[in-house]
């Protein structure tokens, strides 16, 4: 559905974005996510032609976007950074002008317009002016506007930057629900959001693509091995050590406070069972056991800083 | 037939924009307060039954007013970052351009229209001339539209609608000014000059004489400073 081929971007002596490759595919959601100034909204203004790279081609929907930028925009809905919006204009108006220029007919607007202004829930201010909104409802007129079309590709730059958490959580159902037919992309800082919303995540860091998969390839690749933190109760440190070091696998063993204990094994090796079994020999309680846990964060701080 | 629905699109939006904000109002009134005041002074003072008190002050009013009418036309939309929103619809820049310049046309149309009643009033007093007056309103039209065209082109240089204004002040006024310093130049460079005066083509049109050559330079030069715009609209910006 779209194929960039080694994008550039720079800005005088700023290189935004540099030798940006990636393909997505047709129905996927797909999570560009950067920390600020990394080039996400640079490389998002470059597939909707609101820039044009410095060099690199992209292809949407098997069309160059240098030659037929016009017949690209039609098939894609664009939401951008921070919402901009007519101020003066009121909701219903605002959408009227959107669709008029989607070339909606006028027969099919009004329902095109109900429909989009349900989906998003924004019924009960249709008729305010923009300027009166809060940004919580200005986010989801921005939606709307992006939706209004039915559009084959949706592009959202930074959608959920001044919401409250129960608008975040709508939110992302709602770009998940469209994301089971349409090909999504979500630009974004906030990891927990690309996790919860995206089969697949790009980082990108200072203008280069330094990571690509779906969030759990990301995270596997990331784990170079396996911890544990259990705790039982009343055994020294000395006593423990000696015990858990002889579990096959285990590569370390940290005492952190009574009882307490980070047993770190080999990747991929699952130490949990030997541990039950070593407190049954041992008579020892479990008070507490689990995993470590990679996160998102972790691997994304841990490609983005040099 | 798409780009023509896309340009009306923009007109009627823009249109309706200027009376959403103050823009038009204050415009308008000022407009009117202005050449009301200084024609009717004028028109006392020289006791004639024409209108032509009012189109000897047009070409120096709407140096300010139509600057005014465009500086928030493009510099706008950069400043709330909307052009980005703009830009990136299946529209063409010269539709967004050509769209905003007739709302600009139109709203100084609406303007002229209110001073009609001057007319009336005078036809009232004595006997007049309607041919000069028509053609001082088409005049009017012609170099407005020449004055909007400047302006929106400022408009769509800078995201500071200041400098917008005060940029297309300073033109305006140039291609007002550039046949009244010929005095101080050769014959044969002065033809020249006189033939990029706004305000020269204004006062043919307005004696009622309607010649090809006055509306060829108010078309050719709309025409120069639209493409002018649709090229300085496309300039990116840093995020």
Same mark, same amino acid.
């Given at each position: 559905m779209i194929e960039a081929r080694s994008l550039s971007k720079a800005f005088g002596p700023i290189?935004?974005?540099?030798d940006l490759s990636f393909d997505i595919r047709e129905g996927e959601v797909v999570g560009l996510l950067?920390?600020?100034?990394?080039?996400k909204s640079t490389t998002i203004k470059m597939l909707t032609g609101y820039i044009t790279p410095t060099s690199g081609s992209v292809m949407i929907a098997d069309m160059d976007a240098s030659r037929e930028i016009l017949s690209i925009r039609r098939r894609i809905g664009y939401m951008p950074q921070d /919402?901009?919006?007519?101020? #003066?204009?009121t909701v219903i108006d605002y959408l009227r002008f959107v669709s008029d220029i989607r070339q909606i007919s006028s027969t099919a607007r009004r329902e095109k317009i109900r429909h989009v202004a349900e989906r998003c829930s924004i019924e009960k201010v /249709?008729?305010?002016? /923009?300027?009166?909104?809060?940004s919580g409802y200005k986010q989801r007129v921005g939606l709307a506007q992006a939706l209004i079309h039915n559009p084959d590709i949706l592009i959202l730059d930074?959608?959920?930057?001044?919401?409250?958490p129960n608008q975040i959580v709508e939110i992302r159902n709602l770009i998940k629900e469209i994301g089971k037919e349409k090909t999504v992309i979500v630009s974004s800082h906030i990891l927990s959001e690309v996790q919860a919303t995206c089969g697949r995540v790009m980082i990108i860091s200072d203008g280069k693509l330094v990571a690509d998969g779906s969030p759990d390839e990301l995270l596997a690749k990331e784990r170079s091995d396996n911890r544990v933190h259990i705790t039982f109760q009343g055994v020294g440190p000395e006593e423990g050590i000696e015990a858990l070091s +002889?579990? #096959?696998?285990?590569?370390r063993v940290k005492p952190i406070e009574d009882g307490r204990f980070i047993v770190i094994a080999r990747?991929? +090796?699952?130490v949990r069972p030997d541990l039950f079994h070593l407190a049954v020999a041992r008579d020892w309680v479990i008070l507490e056991m689990r995993t470590e846990q990679v996160s998102l964060e972790d691997v994304f701080r841990k490609l983005t800083m040099n | 037939m798409n780009r023509l629905k896309n340009i009306w699109t923009v007109f009627k939006k823009e249109f309706l924009s200027f009376f959403n904000s103050p823009v038009a109002y204050i415009v308008i009134t000022v407009f009117l307060l202005f050449s009301g005041w200084l024609f009717f002074q004028q028109f006392f003072l020289i006791g004639?039954?024409?209108m032509r008190p009012l189109f000897a002050l047009i070409p120096i009013l709407f140096i300010f007013f139509a600057p005014a009418i465009t500086m928030r036309l493009v510099a706008e939309e950069r400043k709330t970052k909307t052009i980005s929103l703009l830009l990136t619809l299946p529209l063409g820049n010269a539709e967004i351009i050509l769209g905003k310049f007739l709302a600009a046309e139109a709203l100084l149309g609406v303007a002229l229209l209110l001073t009609l009643p001057y007319a009336f009033t005078v036809s009232s007093i004595g006997m007049l001339d309607w041919g000069p007056v028509w053609g001082g309103y088409l005049g009017a039209l012609l170099m407005g539209a020449a004055y909007l065209a400047v302006g929106l082109f400022c408009s769509s240089l800078t995201s500071n609608q200041i400098v917008a204004f005060i940029l297309g002040l300073g033109i305006c006024f140039f291609f007002f000014i550039i046949d009244k310093?010929? /005095?101080?130049?050769?014959g044969n460079l002065s033809t020249v000059f006189e033939y990029f005066s706004v305000d020269y083509h204004f006062r043919n049109i307005a004696r009622g004489v309607i010649d090809l050559r006055d509306i060829v330079f108010y078309i050719s030069f709309v025409a120069a400073f639209m493409i002018y715009s649709i090229y300085a609209v496309q300039r990116e910006d840093w995020r």
């Open positions: 290189e935004a974005v540099k950067g920390p600020n100034g990394a080039g /919402i901009p919006l007519y101020e #003066d204009m /249709i008729t305010q002016s /923009i300027g009166t909104l809060s930074e959608p959920s930057s001044d919401l409250d +002889r579990i #096959d696998g285990v590569s990747k991929g +090796r699952d | 004639q039954a024409g310093v010929l /005095i101080f130049l050769p």
